[in-house]
């Protein structure tokens, strides 16, 4: 059984930063990442990291988000700057070791 946790989610003014974490339990994993679904709309890819480091990102957080991973602590970080209200929607991290995993999800709200 694996499970993830996310935490840092919260409410920031536009061009704020916050970052979340997510720690996952139970094995090591390929791929990591997020994914975001604001109210309404599908769920979108946010940002990607392989268990080597390549990383890709959402046109729409190119340049702003940054996301990193810690193997030894199965934790992955998405430092998110410059922030819109674009960006507001309910976080999710996942990860990927036979098949996928997911954690409950963290709202981030920015405000104008």
């Known amino acids: 059984q694996v499970q993830l946790v996310e935490t840092g989610g919260g409410l920031v003014q536009a061009g704020g930063s916050l970052r979340l974490s997510c720690s996952a339990s139970?094995?090591?994993?390929?791929?990591m990442g997020w994914y975001r679904q604001a109210p309404g709309k599908q769920r979108e890819l946010v940002a990607t990291?392989?268990?080597?480091?390549?990383?890709n990102y959402a046109d729409s957080v190119k340049g702003r988000f940054t996301i990193s991973r810690e193997n030894a602590k199965n934790t992955v970080s998405l430092q998110m700057n410059s922030l819109k209200p674009e960006d507001t929607s309910v976080y999710y991290c996942?990860?990927?070791?036979?098949?996928?995993?997911w954690g409950q999800g963290t709202q981030v709200t920015v405000s104008s």
């Open positions: 996942y990860a990927d070791v036979i098949g996928r995993w």
């Open positions: 139970g094995s090591i994993f390929n791929a």
């Open positions: 990291i392989t268990s080597r480091g390549s990383t």
